[in-house]
């Protein structure tokens, strides 16, 4: 994170997005899909008189048909819940399109879109971006959310 020079709102983004992965329990969801896929796979096996290139290319249709297209499902909800979450603790939500404007720019090679678990960043920039109008009716006044100690209990 430190070559990306983050704002503070730019980081909210990262934690509104991470923090979405558990509100909105992908977590379990990609459990329960994984053990249908590998039941799906285990019954291609046992139905094939050459069971291992059966399952290898089962699993592999799997992985490009549901878990993928899936994976970016999940990522793309944690955009939208995570941007929600910033804003209305108060963050400016132009800071999730400069967030992904810094990743892309971080470049690399990138498989395709449709053989990664996430939208690609430019997709993820437009989707942002397109979004930035509704999270302002959110927080009209982007005023930051109130800070409440909280009392630890020992």
């Known amino acids: 994170f430190e070559?990306?020079?983050?704002?503070?709102?730019?980081?909210?983004?990262?934690?509104?997005?991470?923090?979405?992965?558990?509100?909105?329990n992908h977590t379990a969801?990609?459990?329960s899909?994984?053990?249908?896929?590998?039941?799906?796979?285990?019954?291609?096996?046992?139905?094939?008189?050459?069971p291992v290139v059966a399952m290898g290319g089962a699993a592999m249709a799997a992985k490009v048909?549901?878990?993928?297209?899936?994976?970016r499902t999940a990522e793309s909800e944690a955009d939208q819940i995570g941007?929600?979450?910033a804003v209305m603790a108060g963050y400016d939500p132009d800071a999730a399109?400069?967030?992904?404007?810094?990743?892309?720019?971080q470049g690399g090679s990138k498989p395709p879109e449709f053989l990664s678990t996430h939208p690609a960043p430019g997709n993820r920039e437009a989707a942002m971006a397109a979004?930035?109008?509704?999270?302002?009716?959110?927080?009209?006044?982007?005023?930051l959310a109130a800070v409440h100690p909280?009392?630890?209990?020992?």
């Open 97 to 105: 399109v400069t967030l992904w404007q810094k990743m892309g720019a």
């Open 33 to 50: 899909r994984a053990m249908a896929t590998t039941l799906g796979v285990v019954a291609v096996g046992v139905m094939s008189d050459k």
């Open 29 to 31: 969801e990609r459990m």
């Open 131 to 143: 979004m930035i109008p509704g999270m302002r009716q959110l927080n009209p006044t982007g005023k």
């Open 3 to 24: 070559k990306l020079h983050l704002t503070d709102a730019e980081f909210a983004q990262i934690m509104g997005h991470e923090i979405s992965h558990a509100l909105a």
């Open 65 to 71: 048909a549901l878990t993928l297209p899936n994976s």
């Open 83 to 85: 941007m929600e979450l």
């Open 150 to 154: 909280v009392e630890i209990v020992r």
